[in-house]
């Protein structure tokens, strides 16, 4: 009877240690290796920064505040660390960003309660299957809908204006790829054409909604990133600029950068 009691608890023991060291968090926090580049950041005060938020109840205003604390950041590109020949390293980099991880950041950000978390919330944002691998890593916007936090909200605020096309993400050409050893996804992306961006389709965007600025390449789903700003009455896109003019995180009036641009692709919290 004692033997049988042992070997249930040792059992248990066996589980609950399996569990921990399959738990996205442990994973995330204690056996990925990491590189981080702090800038004007540090951990308290990026948990300073998490203490605030929790006060706020909703996610588009947590979106908002923490959008906000990165403005004037530094536009950097391939701040990430990995490749078909190199190693993946989860990165992060608060002192330059580009478009996606910006967003990267904030979002993660928005879903954490302590730096800690933000890194295992970083790798979900990140990575599919919470596996930090280049393969893995999510390098088209509409790979973001693989995360269940994540919706596409184009069709509903697009007032039937939206239009729905099919690409082949990662295809440059007939004989070439966008990015070696990742393969080509057939996948129906949504967007709104600019020349439809109506004053009713505007007041259906939401502070903190991701914006994705829709690219007629085949092998693109977006060229940009940002994120949707109400402010005094005026509309803006937010966004980590690699203009000359700017190199930094900026605000820029939606409708003024909109002009040149085929259209928009957005994306939203799910409120469920």
Known sequence: MKKNIY???????AL????????PSFIGSKEIEHKIIWGKWSEPKINELLETTQKINSFDDKILLISNTFL???????????GSKTPELLTINFEGMDCFTYLDYVEALSHSQNFKEFKTNLIDTRYKENLVSYNNRKHFFSDWLINSKIEDVTKKIAENEAKLVKKYLNRKSETELFLKDIPITEREITYIPSNKISPK?????????YIGIYTNLTGLDVSHTGIFIKKD?????RHASSRKKNRKVVDEDFLDYLKSKPGIVVYRKNSG
């Open 233 to 237: 009455k005026t509309t803006y896109f």
């Open 16 to 23: 609950k240690l399996f569990l921990i060291l399959t738990n």
């Open 7 to 13: 070997f249930v608890i040792s059992a248990l023991i």
């Open 201 to 209: 389709v505007i007041s259906n965007l939401k502070n903190g909604d």
């Open 72 to 82: 004037g950041t530094e536009y950097q590109e391939n701040t990430l660390i990995g």
